[in-house]
């Protein structure tokens, strides 16, 4: 059936209820109908417990059915849905959830709490598989992953209309800014849906008609399987997959099909160039590439062409977004020099729960500053160069981690590696790299000259690290981000 004349998953499940909407962790597979009466069955539930327009419903969920079915009845109903990450301890899930005055919690069983329902069954049971009345959109309110404080939920003004009011909107922005459209295609979650691109692309997946194929972790050998076995079209990644993809042996990387793949898009961290260039050589033109925060969405995008004719890139404003590049002082600098962006939308404002200071101190009157520095090329490309936070500043010069740490990656004997200020007396700060080898590779003193010389022609010499340690495993989130805060702590505490 031609679903590109449907607005979105509640009407193409009507109208096609056979369509396999869900392939699941165990390769449990849900149909379109299936998946919608489930759907209206939570959302009668979540209204028979006294939830009304505004309220907040939590989940600590894994991926799974689940977790997707939470998302589209919230997404009905006019509810806040807050997904928590099950990795966080007790005290933190409590402080989110006493934060966002959340009236209903939903649990897997391995993460059950106190007052928590266990999975969707009971919030189902005895309800009408029909529509709930007076439908109206939720949203979801993701909480930020607060690597400098106590994590902010990130809350949209509710948008006031019947969910299938937004899709010609998502429909469009999600055709413009990554080449998806409506029909059968599939989409690959290899991230947890805790996280906001995850969880948005399974949204944008189910509206769109696509059949999505769940996940519970990201392993590359697996992740090739899927891709192969049902002919997935489109995912979303993260810049450390690909490398740890591309550390496969290369008769393991040809034994599977990746023809069908279509559009791969990444976001959350930069990627280096090279390995960018090499998952391109490996699996064709496919990488989409936007930039951007909880906060602010999708603000800047890149096709694979653009990006091929501008390696490094993360691309140009997205459609309704402007940006600019300030300095600390606020005057707008010219193309190709380094600053802060700030980034402005038509499409909405935000604002961080309970805390207007907060939301205050992240804009510069309509613009936002995700906290990031880069800088526009004449033709209004942006370049990252590094979180503000994360900038090393040695001998009066500044320098960015995320550099360094992509001409170490190029080297076959690095797994993982973090860049990080060490502060020093004579020059403010020294660059020291903490390498993870890769796997069957000897740290030392050969293999720091190795690559401190494969370093030379690749970046300057006053970047080059000072000191390199060896770790056998770096902190990452699930989604692939590095906290070099973290990890600098754990450094000059240990010192």
């Not at 290899?190 to 944008?204: D, E, L, N, V």
């Not at 802060?340 to 729960?353: A, C, D, N, Q």
């Not at 170490?408 to 790299?433: F, K, R, S, T």
């Amino acid at each position: 059936m031609d679903v590109s004349e449907l607005p979105g998953f509640y009407a193409i499940a009507a109208a096609d209820p056979d369509r396999l909407a869900v392939i699941d962790t165990d390769g449990a597979e849900t149909t379109y109908g299936r998946l919608l009466a489930r759907v209206n069955q939570v959302s009668h539930g979540l209204r028979a417990r006294g939830l009304t327009t505004g309220d907040v419903v939590a989940g600590v969920l894994p991926n799974g059915i689940d977790a997707v079915v939470m998302i589209m009845a919230t997404g009905q109903i006019g509810l806040y849905y807050v997904p928590i990450n099950w990795h966080l301890t007790d005290p933190e899930v409590a402080y989110i959830l006493d934060d966002c005055d959340a009236k209903i919690v939903v649990t897997g069983p391995d993460y059950a709490r106190p007052g928590a329902e266990i999975g969707t069954d009971r919030l189902a049971e005895g309800q009408p598989a029909d529509a709930p009345e007076d439908r109206t959109a939720g949203a979801v309110m993701w909480y930020t992953s607060g690597t400098t404080g106590f994590p902010k939920g990130v809350q949209r003004p509710l948008p006031g209309a019947a969910p299938e009011g937004l899709v010609p909107l998502y429909t469009w922005f999600l055709g413009e800014v990554v080449d998806l459209r409506p029909g059968d295609e599939v989409h690959l979650v290899t991230s947890p849906m805790y996280h906001s691109a995850p969880c948005a692309h399974t949204q944008f997946a189910l509206h769109l008609g696509h059949t999505v194929v769940i996940t519970p972790r990201f392993e590359p050998v697996n992740i090739l399987e899927l891709v192969e076995r049902y002919r997935v079209s489109n995912a979303m990644m993260v810049p450390t997959m690909f490398h740890r993809m591309l550390q496969l042996p290369e008769d393991v990387r040809g034994k599977f099909d990746v023809s069908s793949l279509r559009q791969v898009i990444h976001t959350a961290a930069a990627c280096p160039v090279a390995v960018k260039q090499q998952i391109m050589d490996w699996w064709g033109p496919v990488l989409y590439e936007y930039y951007g925060s909880t906060e602010s969405a999708i603000a800047f995008a890149v096709k694979p062409h653009e990006w091929l004719a501008r390696p490094g890139t993360v691309g140009r404003p997205a459609p309704t977004f402007e940006a600019k590049i300030l300095d600390e002082a606020g005057m707008e600098l010219p193309p190709r020099e380094p600053g802060l962006i700030y980034v402005k939308s038509s499409l909405g404002s935000f604002e961080y729960r309970k805390d207007p200071a907060k939301t205050a101190a992240s804009m510069r009157g309509e613009w936002y500053a995700p906290g990031d520095i880069g800088f526009l090329d004449e033709d209004g490309y942006l370049f990252l160069c590094d979180r503000r936070t994360d900038l090393i500043v040695s001998g009066g010069v500044n320098i960015y981690p995320a550099e360094i740490e992509a001409a170490l990656l190029e080297h076959p004997a690095v797994a993982d590696v973090a860049v990080i200020g060490v502060p020093d007396e004579e020059w403010g700060h020294n660059v020291v790299a903490l390498v993870q080898p890769a796997e069957g590779i000897e740290p030392g003193p050969e293999l720091t000259a190795e690559l401190l010389e494969h370093c030379g022609p690749r970046i300057a010499k006053f970047k080059h690290p000072k000191v390199v340690e060896y770790r056998s495993r770096l902190p990452r989130t699930p989604t692939g981000k590095l906290s070099r805060s973290k990890v600098r702590e754990t450094y000059l505490a240990e010192l």
